[in-house]
């Protein structure tokens, strides 16, 4: 993972520009979400209830999606110079331990008299290409 941020500007932006990063979902990850967001759900958390829903066993929470959507905004795409102003998540498949994700963004549309742009976003299992979650960015670019 880059330390560093981008540092693109929004002349610098265009209409169809990608950025992608991968990101392991682990029992650590859960973990940390639970302690951080407060979510402590024994869908998430406990093991031997997990077994007894319909997915079998502990999934990872849907929001660590929004996670990794902040870190594609503010270090990947469009990075520095970025505020994030509204970000939509569609869930569409369970995230687990021992997910390899593949997390996109592309810009769709600029919109000049505001330098915002927005950005399509998604979620993706980095083997299947399954899409977990997505939805769509909108980012104000300072410079």
């Given amino acids: 993972m880059p330390e560093e941020c981008q540092q693109y500007t929004y ?46 066993r502990p999934v990872g ?15 990947e795409l469009p990075g520095k110079y970025a505020v994030y102003l509204s970000q939509t998540l569609k869930f569409h498949q369970p995230m687990f331990s021992g997910d390899r994700l593949i997390i996109k963004g592309e810009i769709i549309k600029k919109t000049d008299a505001f330098q915002m ?16 979650v997505d939805g769509d960015a909108l980012v104000r670019v300072l410079q």
């Fill in 61 to 75: 929470h849907g929001m660590i999606a929004g996670m990794l959507f902040s870190r594609l905004v503010g270090m």
């Fill in 117 to 132: 742009i927005t950005l399509a976003t998604g979620v993706y299992h980095g083997v299947t290409g399954i899409l977990f």
């Fill in 11 to 56: 002349a610098e932006l265009e209409v169809g520009q990608k950025a992608e990063f991968e990101f392991m979902m682990t029992d650590e990850v859960i973990a940390d979400f639970a302690k951080l967001s407060g979510d402590k759900s024994p869908l998430h958390t406990d093991a031997a209830y997990s077994t007894t829903t319909a997915f079998g």
